[in-house]
């Protein structure tokens, strides 16, 4: 179980998911044809990039989702509280999302602009101790499990065992006295060698991004930092400087296909600038998390805007917006998570906690019709209507107890669902119920996510 301290997994990738269609009225999210362009081909691509800021954007952010005149972004309430989990993530990279584009040779108009989005993997663990490398007080050595930081220093073995950045301190830690230079690198380790076995480590190298080692002693491997603790070397996100590796989860199972491709963008002259324009489209990623946990995020109907710079001689994406749709029936597959903020348990889903507890009033979601709140008081429904037959409602049969859980789940058009429950426990959420092969319940909450990206030197296969 991971406790999360924010909402970062509302919006902690950028993922997309097919819309699906109960059969009972058309999808708002229609799926484009592909333009007429290179193929999408992993690692055959240009213009490699990574997601370099992101942040769920303001009411006025949101796209017109529903063709009402106004834009659509429910998850705005929540923007301050998740800013710094998303924050966080970005900066210790668990959030790493590549993106490759394809036939993208200029920043100029194109009819025909093809990318994939990937999920990456960077932070390393090579020696499985448990310690990654690359981030913040991460592991100094990513080759031997037995270095990382709470080991305890060996004294005399010329090694910074803890990762401290010195080597051989006392249990007392005072430094070492030893003028030894074992490694013949010029540096003693009385004088600051954190590793004298290793003639590429010493104070004042550069770090070498990749190796596993600590180059330049200040207690991280693959990383440098300043004083505030902001990477300076070897971060994704500096520009042009990184490798990263995709995660295989990045492809669909058993293929080389990308899970999340973007084929029907258009780059044209907008009145400050060059614009990208692209979606809806139909995607899905899957996100470890940790202990077995992994998540199927989606966000439906995916329209992604965003400036086209030329950085040099990269072209990156600023003041982008990807906006879209969080199914209910996505919402409730998310689980194993707790989040203080807004009730979210390990037992129950985010689905519980949007429409059982805390979540649904801070987003302010619409009310259900008055004769289901009659029946199941406190009921609410999504705010967008995507197989257009009537918004969704889902329900707690009993909000007074102290189980906060959806159990009722009620169509669009007045057809009440409740979970099957067998000895006492759920066999089937309401959620997950299907109608004509596809899934009944697809309405969902309206999000718009902000990001610019950097670029990357290059996207390489998983290690």
Known sequence: MRKISGLCLLAGGLVVGACGDDGGGSNIFPEKPECSGEAVVPYAGNQHQVISKLEIGSSMDGFDLDS?????????????????????????????????????????????????????????????????????????????????????????????????GKADEDAQNNPSTSTA??????????????????????????????????????????????????????????????????????????????????????????????VLDSGPSLFSVAIPVTDGITLDLRISGATI??????????????????????????????????????????????????????????????????????????CRTPDIDVDQDGLEAFCDSDPDDDIKEVDVCIDGDGTELKDIVSGGVVTMHCSEAVSGGKPRFVDGISVALKFDTTAVKSIKPPR
């Not at 440098?224 to 990045?250: N, R, W, Y």
């Open 68 to 164: 009402d005149g106004d834009p659509d972004n429910k998850l705005a309430a929540i923007a301050s509280l998740a800013g710094s989990a998303i924050s966080d993530s970005l900066a210790s990279y668990e959030i790493v999302i590549p993106i490759e584009f394809f036939d993208l040779q200029a920043a100029a108009p194109d009819t025909c602009v093809k990318f994939g989005i990937y999920l990456g993997d960077y932070p390393t663990d090579f020696d499985a101790d448990g310690k990654k490398a690359y981030v913040d007080e991460g592991d100094c050595n990513d080759k031997v499990a037995a270095i990382k930081p709470g080991a305890t220093e060996i004294v005399g073995d010329g090694i910074d065992n803890d990762c401290d």
């Open 305 to 378: 805007q965003a400036d086209v710079v030329q950085a040099g001689s990269a072209i990156v994406l600023k003041n982008g917006r990807l906006g879209g749709v969080i199914e209910a029936k996505t919402a409730d597959t998310i689980r194993g998570l707790e989040v203080e903020q807004i009730g979210l348990l390990p037992e129950n889903s985010l689905l519980d906690a949007t429409f059982a507890n805390l979540l649904g009033p801070l987003l302010a979601l619409p009310k259900a019709k008055e004769a289901i709140v009659k029946k199941y008081p406190g």
């Open 181 to 274: 230079d074992a490694d013949g690198d010029g540096v003693t380790v009385m004088a600051g060698d954190c590793d004298d076995t290793n003639n590429m480590v010493k104070p004042g190298m550069p770090e070498i991004c990749g190796d596993g080692f600590d180059n330049d002693c200040d207690g991280v491997a693959d990383r440098t930092q300043d004083a505030m603790k902001v990477a300076t070397a070897c971060s994704p996100f500096e520009a042009g400087k990184a490798d990263i590796h995709l995660d295989p989860l990045s492809f669909s199972a058993g293929t080389s296909d990308p899970v999340i491709i973007f084929k029907d963008g258009v780059i044209s002259q907008g009145a400050a600038g060059l």
